[in-house]
């Protein structure tokens, strides 16, 4: 071996042991590689090997080495290989920092792909993916990003901003921070994207010139940790919420706080719309709840409609059976199979999304509960359920602390009053006596009183039933002299002021009877509103101009249940007395409006009940009373008038009146300021009664035979001469027994007439019922000043019940009698018609009538269809209406050629209807179907035909030939 100094150093301590020695010699360690190598070359071949791995032994250990080597033959003269040159550069440095290198490339790829956060790299203008590791990938759901703009990739995350901040980074050189930021990745294809928050970095890479080549993205998914702090935050306001109010409830002792503040925590811990308290409040049909506590909307949102009923819905939480939540109510099978409504009223604040939780008090009983509503579906969740099972608890304990709390209050009320009366007591024996004795002798005052009142109601009934029957005798008397005396005008006005003074002998004699509550009230369900309404022009008629009128209405006036008569001369009354304490004028103000009165209220006057009443409220601007005038107003007799200028009944009827009606009146007034008497009707859950009034007309008589029973002598002659003036053929009797017999013999009668009160062992009522039993056909009329309780029960007039009251003029007698004859004739006719249809007798040629297309209009269901189908019979086509307000429907929508109206139709009259009916249809023929004589005036129409009940085919033939003739 011969080689050179830069050899010699890569020798090691072999130098210069090898200097000239043989090569396989010199490095034994790779002798079969140096064999190798001179074989090849002395072969005429050359070598060459790169970053060629070699263990030699240069410092006395063996050790791995790196180099470049290059092998050529070396020829001599004869051209033969005689020697080898071997070129060696030792590389064991480069190699070895080489694969450290590229070792530690490899550690950092393996932990940039496995790091926890996700890491990215994107170049370029476009932010075109250069790579992603595992955890970014996972974040963005394993979509295809390498070699992609973000834009293309992840066009969500584009549309959403983030491309616009890589933008500003790569323009700025500056890097961008982002923690808790939310996205929303469509993570999972054909799924709606989902929100995730990131903790993010964009990190600008720039080139030695300091320019952004590129933008390194680093960050953490810190969805669960977001989601956790958000949950935390909630679950945290929530025990805030219940904490405060619990706080709350246990120092409140107020009920009415204690569920507004739970209904408004309850909506604050479900974020729902609307929330409310009802308490456990049930009708007699066991249909409505209270709504006490109202959360999120106005109570006036819900004052148009009716409380909740006991429901398939409502029930299972009144009854406490445990927690309903709907996502969507209005989907439940057990909503909207109840009516009227079937569903939420028309107006109804909308709700889908429904949660109720029942209130149950610590002794098991269902105080009532809370409900909340969304409008939108599945708004509530099992957490809201929880929370809202906590707040109910919470309420149940806080109300029946409540409850205990007023008990205490009582007991400790009572305890301090048997605590203070044990003082007196012992401070003076005969301080207490003494104020024992004032206190029984207040005490037997005050059944003095009530004996005397309930004594002069049993007087009144008494004095009014003979008063009025010699009322009756001298008014029928006068009124049959009247006739006597007609061509002398001077006894004409005598008998004319004689009746003037009955009639006022009858007014004081019905103010008695109101005052003993014992007058026959004929109570329907009546609006005040509009009752005030129907009543402004004949108060102000009544008051002079001197008197201001203002009537006020509230809104949604509840109905109750009234005799209108009555209440209008209970409202005249208190005008008039009004107007007498206001001399030279003043304002009086009538006000209806609905009130609730409380317990509180009630405890303070037992003599009503708590409840909803319709209140009406008279006021004056006049002298006002004194409270020793006020605790005497409703007593009989007095009054503060001068003598000759009232009677001092007027406000005693009107405490009768109102107090048989089952309501209350109080009396609030001030010397000098004027007076209020505010009267409270209950509240009647049932619709309004249309009156109509049928006393019109002329009076007329008939030749039907009418039994008169009366007991008192001159009466009955009086009535049997009046009713023979008539026409009619007259049989009398003094008393039940002697019409019963009269009746048993067989002999005809059309009418019954007899008084309520008569002496023997059989009543009026059996008579009555022992006359129809015998003759179904007959008609009843009873009459009587006082009427005890035999067709009167509970102050009000039985049903079906047909009275003329005492005294009465000769043309109340006549229509009365009319009116009942009439009806009942129409009835014995339409059951016949039921029973039986016998074939028309001939009735001789008539001419072919034209077929008419007919309305009929009659609110009487029997008469109806009976008409109906003799008009169908007669070859009509018929419609049937039975208001006058469906028959205007009727004619706005098709044509008829003839309307057959009743007159006396609820609500718009048949006169006013076929008014109406003339304007909308011109050519239509009217028929008039009524038991009346004649049309009346207000009714008339022009061409229209009189149909008088109780009618046949025959005369229905007569009528349609009229209309006939009409239209030519």
Known sequence: MVYNDAYSDFAGRRHPGILGSKVREGWPEIADFNDNVMKVCFAGGTLAYSDQEMVLDRSGVPASAFMNLYYSPVYDEAGKPFGVVAIVVENTSKVRAERRLQGEGERLRLMFDQAPGFMAMVTGPDHVFEMANGAYMRLVGGRELLGRPIREALPEVAEQGFSDLLDEVRRSGRPHLGQGVSVMLARRPGQPPEERFVDFVYQPIVDDAGQPTGIFIQGSDVTDLKKAEIALLKETRHLEVLNRLGAELSAELDLEKVVQMTTDAGVELTGA?????????????????????????????????????????????????????????????????????????????????????????????????????????????????????????????????????????????????????LQVLNAGLEQKIASEISERMKMEEALRQSQKMEALGQLTGGVAHDFNNLLQVISGNLQLLAKDVASNERAGRRVENALAGVQRGSKLASQLLAFGRRQPLEPKVVNIGRFLTGMEELLRRTLGEDIEVETVRSGGLWNVLVDPTQIENALLNLAINARDAMEGGGKLTIEAGNAFLDDNYVRQHADVPAGQYVMLAVTDTGTGMTPEVMEQVFEPFFSTKPIGKGTGLGLSMVYGFVKQSGGHIKIYSELGQGTTVKIYFPRIQRSEDLVTDADFGPVTGGTETILVAEDDEQVRATVVELLGDLGYAVLKAKDAAGALSIIESGVPVDLLFTDVVMPGPLKSTELARHARERMPDIAVLFTSGYTENSIVHGGRLDPGVELLSKPYTREALARKIRHVLNGQQHRNRVRASFAAKPPAAPIGPRPVLPRYSVLLVEDDFLIRMSTADLLAELGHQVSEASTAEEAITMIEARSFDVVVTDLGLPGLSGGEFAQQARKLSPDVGIVFATGNDRIPDEAAVEGAVLLKKPYGSQEIAIAFEKIAVQKG
Do not use: C, W
């Not at 199979?337 to 429904?354: A, C, I």
């Not at 149950?360 to 105080?367: D, P």
């Open 273 to 421: 719309q609307l929330g409310a308290f009802f308490y456990n409040v049930v009708n007699d049909r066991g249909e409505s709840y209270m709504l006490y506590a109202l959360s999120g909307v106005p109570r006036s949102a819900f004052e148009n409609f009716p409380m909740p009923r006991n429901t398939a819905v409502f029930a299972p939480t009144f009854s406490g059976e445990g927690v309903i939540r709907s996502d969507d109510i209005m989907a439940d099978p057990r909503y909207g199979r109840n009516d009227p409504y079937f569903g939420m009223p028309k107006g109804h604040l909308p709700v889908r999304s429904y949660l109720t939780v029942p209130v149950i008090s610590r002794s098991g009983e269902v105080l009532g509960g809370l409900f909340f509503g969304h409008a939108q579906p599945a708004q509530f969740r099992e957490e809201h359920e929880r929370l809202v099972v906590g707040a109910a608890g919470q309420v149940a304990i806080a109300i029946d602390n409540a409850r205990l709390f007023r008990a205490a209050e009582r007991d400790l009320a009572e305890r301090q009053r048997a605590e203070e009366a």
